[in-house]
């Protein structure tokens, strides 16, 4: 029956990492746009920042949650690196708010209350409106009845009696620095394979509340899963920017810092946590009351888990500058500008997000797009009064370079958009993601526009033909309309929609029109009148053409984005 037994209890594991799953997902949809807005707007010092990480991990009931979504914001350039800091602080507290829920399950059986919370979950996933809520009962039924039943398995095992567990762990000394060691590793490997520390808090619990694992080895596993945790952030943070891998590296250094100092006072720090719970550390196996004294452990290594927490941001929250110093002199920016720039720098690939993070992150890859293709304008500008020919050719292949950036951008951001939309989705984001699908054409197309500039510039440079003075004149003067048009259009992308005015872009491209009205006039009068020949007449007429043409495309982007502000509003 032993198999039987084991398979319950990964069974129970996973019914355990399911429900906190499906719990913290529900959370996360039911309070997205509300999380975010509390992220941006109670970060103003490290204390508010702080209390906000413990808050909205305690929320969502996933420290994971918290971290990946501090790391994007990071990178999108919402959070600086010391409000990310404290934020992860905060998470690293109100995470411990699951070991307690945990602890509770194992004091008595919370199986017989799951099942009423089941009948009214399926009620309500089948109610279009309280669908979340009803999740959310689900993955907390979920968790509590893995958490029943994980605890069933610890009975069933018999693991206090169980001779072969009970000599492997008696192998190890107890008193030992070198066995707390090893079980600080077993313990941050394990997270780290898993990528749940709740499912590694748990086995810990029932390890320690049998009485066969004594609790200074448990502390060493719990210990452990506060350094294996943090590779969740740093994967997360792999694709990122700088700014985010700092944020990640932060994490992972304030739970290996605690560690330390807590290693130097191990045991005193222990002894005073269980003197808190009211658990007799020197208690012999053998002595009465052993098993009930032993069942307290998971209330002690809940308690020390938030002990833990608790002081080592009290130490570390007055050393946050230097922290950033740290992070910022182990993760140095890469030295090629150009290598960032040619990549997605805001979507993250991977990690699972909220549709409204998701979204968030879109519209400022976006952003970086249409600032991509601006400076992919100003090539053009530059690639006009080039002469010297290595250069000429160099700057060519550059735009040349941007064109093929540009086609995969658009690709890309709408490939992830697409897996956004097969999220359940409100109306009002479902609206986002259409305005921003037609916003990515629009600026591809501008794009095309510059590489067609490009292009006959090089037909120019080529052959035997060059403009008049005059004819220079009037393209700058359209090269200037129209770089003025996309920097209104850029402006559009980070201004908020209270300031929004996106009549400037409507009047640059009526001005545009008309003076490619006049030029095209102009030009017809010139070439009969011989001041330049047709040919150079026909490419004159081109630049000035695609830049019109340039310019409706700007207005499309400026439309779309007025009907994703709009739709907001």
Known sequence: MSIWIFFKLIGALALLMFGMKSMSDSLQKMAGPQLRHILGAMTTNRFTGILTGTFITAAVQSSTATTVMTVSFVNAGLL????????IMGANIGTTFTAWIMSAGFSF?????VWPAFFIGIILIYSKKRKLIGDFLFGISFMFLGLGTLRQAGIDMDLAHNQPVLDFFASFDPNSFVTTIVFLLIGSVLTMCVQSSAAIMAITMILCSTGVLPIYQGIALVMGENIGTT??????????NTQ?????????FFNVFGVLWVLIIFKPFINMVCGWVGYDVDMAKDAPGF?????????????????????NTCILVGFIRWIEKFVCWAIKPKANKDEEDFRLRFIQTGIMKTPELSVLEAQKEIGSFGERIQRMFGMVMELLVTKDDAAFVKLFTRIEKYENISDNMEIEIAKYLDQVSNAHLSDETKGKIRAMLREISEIESIGDSCYNLARTINRLHAGKEDF????????HQMFGLTNDALTHMNVMFVKSRDVLDANASFNIENEINNYRNQLKTQNISDVNDHRYTYASGTMYMDIISECEKLGDYVVNVVEARLGTRQREA
């Open 80 to 87: 600086t690196l010391v409000q990310a800091i404290s934020v």
């Open 109 to 113: 059986n919370i199986t017989d209350f």
């Open 231 to 240: 590779v969740t952030s740093n994967l997360a943070a792999l694709t990122a």
């Open 244 to 252: 985010a891998r700092r944020a990640a590296l932060a994490h992972m």
């Open 291 to 311: 098993l009930a004294n032993a069942a307290k452990l998971s209330f002690v290594l809940a308690a020390f888990h938030t002990s833990f927490n608790v002081a």
């Open 468 to 475: 008049t003075a005059e004819q220079y004149e009037h393209i």
